[in-house]
């Protein structure tokens, strides 16, 4: 298992490549179904109080945005969309009625879809799953990304729900990214179960000790889903990096 302490790890051989940014911000890089790399970030709050860098520090350190996925219109998770949208052309992924509004802010290249089936892009294979929880314009999502030989589910901010099973059976992630925090969304309780239903080979904890309401003890988290299931659990620090495999 390797784990870095930036994002600055290219020549690594990796099937996916996970950067941490905080709260429940990461930036995904996998190889896509047309077998280039495709750099994802999903829910970018990146000035977030855990953040590891400013957004002028990460856009200078980046080249390229392919996507920016958004599970809902929470200000924790919309974060920095909007602006990051407009500066690199990056193509956003998100329920329609919240894209309508992404758009309205003039940002082009919105892909508003729903809860459902594969969305129509070329290069990579999304879908987004159903989250129990709240929000302003449309339903909130989690979403599962697949690209040539990896499949990565981000749950979003949702409390558990037994249909995480079906998302395992048909996706196998391999890589999940969970809510632990508890008050807006799964605790460590319930996260654990999640984690048996979902059996992805890896889960990364998320959405915790961002605020006092939301803390919470990753390593519990872990000790508890290792004694379990057989899914192992990566914590990673804001601004690491987990490189699968
Ligand atoms: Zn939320």
Redesign the pocket.
């Known amino acids: 298992m390797c784990i870095r302490d930036s994002s600055y790890s290219m020549g690594v051989k990796a099937v996916a490549r996970i950067y941490y940014l905080g709260h ?1 911000s990461f930036e995904v890089k996998l190889e896509g179904l047309d077998g280039k790399e495709k750099v994802v970030l999903i829910d970018p709050w990146i000035s977030n109080p855990l953040s590891p860098t400013s957004l002028e520090d990460y856009l200078r350190s980046r080249e390229n945005i392919d996507y920016i996925i958004v ?4 200000g ?2 919309l974060g920095e969309t909007i602006d990051i949208a407009k500066r690199t052309g990056a193509k956003v992924v998100t329920i329609y009625d919240l894209g309508l509004v992404i758009e309205e802010k003039g940002v082009k290249n919105v892909i508003g879809a729903n809860i459902g089936g594969r969305i129509k892009v070329e290069d990579l294979y999304i879908v987004l799953t159903p989250a129990y ?3 302003t314009h449309g339903n ?1 999502v989690g979403v599962v990304l697949r690209g040539k030989d990896v499949s990565i589910y981000h749950a ?2 949702t409390g558990l729900f037994a249909e995480m099973t079906f998302i395992g059976e048909l996706y196998k992630p391999d890589i999940a990214m969970l809510p632990i925090g508890g008050h ?2 799964m605790g460590i309780l319930e996260a654990a179960k999640a984690v048996e239903l979902i059996k992805s080979k890896i889960v990364i904890p998320m959405h915790y000790n961002t605020f006092p309401p939301i803390k919470a003890d990753p390593q519990e988290f872990k000790n508890i889903v290792e004694e379990k299931t057989d899914t192992k659990v990566v914590i990673l620090k804001p601004g690491q990096e987990y490189i699968y495999p």
């Open positions: 429940a599970t809902h219109d929470h924790d998770h929880h709240s929000s909130p979003g901010d807006f969304t």
